[in-house]
């Protein structure tokens, strides 16, 4: 099946500086891909919709200066975080949509997230 | 995007059948259910997706009524390793490009010995 990773898996920062998160579809093309927070036992959260080759679109309340977005190909977007800051510890995971699966029931895969940690 | 509501949480023993029934009365004409499974610390994994009626794959079946305002996942004797948060989510189908999905609450099951 669609596998989608996160590099990295964990991440421990100091706070102030800039963490990149990369999501990449191993074996399918996606034009689309979304990134999610998800805090201890709470729900994902969307905060944007990456599209190739675009800007891309934030959800209400979420920074697009501090969540930096760049879905540069159809394997790879990266979500960076900027001046980090405790607050921002959380559990991101991003999902790609197959391009060419329409027809098919599960066409988005989720990565198997990232945890971050700012001190 | 249409609002679901699922029980908070449910327990279970090894070798049951568990029955998560979901609501969402503001469901679309053109929008599909979809259940995932989430583990600690891991990415959610799709369980199965349907639009009306029953849909039945090698791990679980989900059952729609002809309303379509509630669904109901049913996990067939579980074991120790479905231990984990079940998501409902309703939203525009596979056809459908730029598909977003909106998590609600979700269910933790618990499944005991």
């Known amino acids: 099946g669609a596998v989608v990773s996160q590099h990295p898996s964990w991440v421990i920062c100091k706070s102030g500086t800039s963490v990149k998160i990369e999501c990449r579809s191993l074996?399918?093309?996606?034009?689309?891909m979304f990134w999610y927070r998800q805090f201890p036992k709470q729900s994902l959260m969307l905060m944007a919709t990456s599209n190739e080759g675009s800007k891309a679109t934030y959800e209400q309340g979420v920074e697009k200066d501090k969540f930096l977005i760049n879905h540069a190909s159809l394997t790879l977007s990266t979500l960076t975080v900027t001046s980090a800051h405790p607050e921002d510890s959380s559990f991101y995971i991003c999902?790609?949509?197959?391009?060419?699966?329409?027809?098919?029931?599960?066409?988005?895969?989720f990565g198997p997230g990232t945890r971050l940690t700012v001190l | 995007l249409a609002k679901t509501t699922q029980p908070i949480s449910m327990d279970s023993y090894e070798g049951q059948e568990v029955n998560i029934t979901c609501s969402h009365n503001n469901i679309a004409t053109n929008d599909y259910i979809t259940w995932y499974q989430q583990f600690p610390s891991q990415g959610p994994r799709f369980i199965i997706q349907g639009y009306k009626t029953k849909v039945t794959n090698e791990v679980a079946s989900l059952f729609i009524p002809a309303d379509r305002k509630s669904s109901t996942l049913s996990l067939p004797r579980v074991s120790l390793s479905d231990t984990a948060v079940y998501y409902c989510l309703v939203g525009a189908g596979p056809n459908n490009a730029g598909n977003m999905l909106t998590f609600g609450g979700g269910t933790r099951l618990m499944v005991k010995p």
């Open positions: 999902s790609a949509r197959d391009l060419w699966a329409a027809s098919h029931t599960d066409t988005q895969y």
């Open positions: 074996d399918f093309q996606a034009t689309t």
